[in-house]
């Protein structure tokens, strides 16, 4: 039988040039012939998140993780963002962000998404604590210092920002 399937190429080059509809066309079709393709589903999962498919990516992704992708903590992330930004899922948001962590300890965008998470909804202690775990894990994380600064700032510490 003839590989008639899209070439890589072809699904990278859709990616990258944020040609998404394409992708998504390009990646079912191969996925019909290769349904255990893990990363193919993971990029699967962020054409359609593109397209604003969110139905669809979270599909993807189920299928991604089911599938033993490499770097599950990634498509938690992926997930975690969908039901943050998409749906106003916090509670979803915040599993799939613990999911993400309890693979990975020193996921710094898993700490830095949680963080601005629990600023957006109102809680500066738990904001607090996933950038002080960020910084914890990378000592340099610039953007976890300037969240951790603005905290203080925001608390009347403006000392504790400046100490950073």
């Given at each position: 039988m003839i590989d008639v399937a899209p070439p890589a190429d072809s699904i990278a080059a859709a990616l990258t040039g944020r040609r998404y509809g394409e992708a998504a066309a390009l990646l079912d079709a191969w996925l019909a012939d290769h349904p255990d393709d893990a990363d193919a589903w993971f990029n699967l999962g962020v054409a359609r998140r593109q397209l604003l498919d969110v139905d669809a990516a979270l599909a993807a992704y189920a299928r991604a993780l089911a599938a033993g992708i490499s770097a599950p903590e990634q498509v938690h992330l992926n997930i975690a963002a969908i039901h943050a930004e998409v749906l106003q899922d916090v509670p979803a948001a915040r599993a799939s962000l613990a999911a993400a962590l309890a693979l990975q300890p020193d996921f710094l965008l898993a700490w830095l998404?949680?963080?601005?998470?629990?600023?957006?909804?109102?809680?500066?202690?738990?904001?607090?604590?996933?950038?002080?775990?960020?910084?914890?894990?990378?000592?340099?994380?610039?953007?976890?210092?300037?969240?951790?600064?603005?905290?203080?700032?925001?608390?009347?510490?403006?000392?504790?920002?400046?100490?950073?």
């Open positions: 998404n949680l963080g601005q998470l629990e600023e957006d909804v109102g809680d500066a202690a738990a904001a607090r604590a996933a950038y002080e775990a960020a910084v914890a894990a990378h000592p340099a994380a610039g953007r976890a210092h300037a969240r951790l600064a603005m905290i203080d700032i925001h608390q009347g510490r403006p000392e504790a920002a400046l100490a950073r």
